[in-house]
């Protein structure tokens, strides 16, 4: 595990008509404050990676579809670290992502898989950090 991520257990309220998924609350562990929250699609098998906030710390849940997500932390040099987990409905997590690590996810579902994040602030390209895929080691083939 890469320190200070979180992955929180999230409820699925099962009524008549459809679910209800749950996300996050303000006294939830992680949530430090409201930004912005936005959903982003991704095909399958296509990647989104790598990007870095120094500033936002990331909220994400995968209402729709399964997507991996993998973690990179190269804070201290000597003790980098990958960390990966594939949330889905089987897997119903909040992800917490603290400012500095790269992240990449990839759509594992054959449809479009959706991810809403819930931030606390509002996006700002000018604390964005980004690497072309092949910048950090990881095979997504796998």
Known sequence: MIKDV???RLKIIDTPGGNV???????????????????SEIQNNKVKAWKRHRE???????PIGI???VLF???????????????SRDNYVRLTVP???WLGFQGLY?????????SNIKHNPEEVDKKNIEEIDFNWSK
């Open 21 to 39: 998924l749950h996300a996050i609350q303000k006294n939830d562990y992680g949530y430090i404050s409201f930004g912005e929250a936005y959903f």
């Open 67 to 69: 997507i991996r997500f």
């Open 73 to 87: 932390d190269d804070r201290n040099d000597s003790d980098k670290k990958l960390q990966q987990i594939i949330i």
């Open 99 to 101: 400012p500095m690590i």
């Open 110 to 118: 054959d449809d479009i898989s959706i991810l809403l994040n819930v």
């Open 6 to 8: 979180l992955i929180t």
């Open 56 to 62: 936002m710390t990331l909220n994400i849940i995968v």
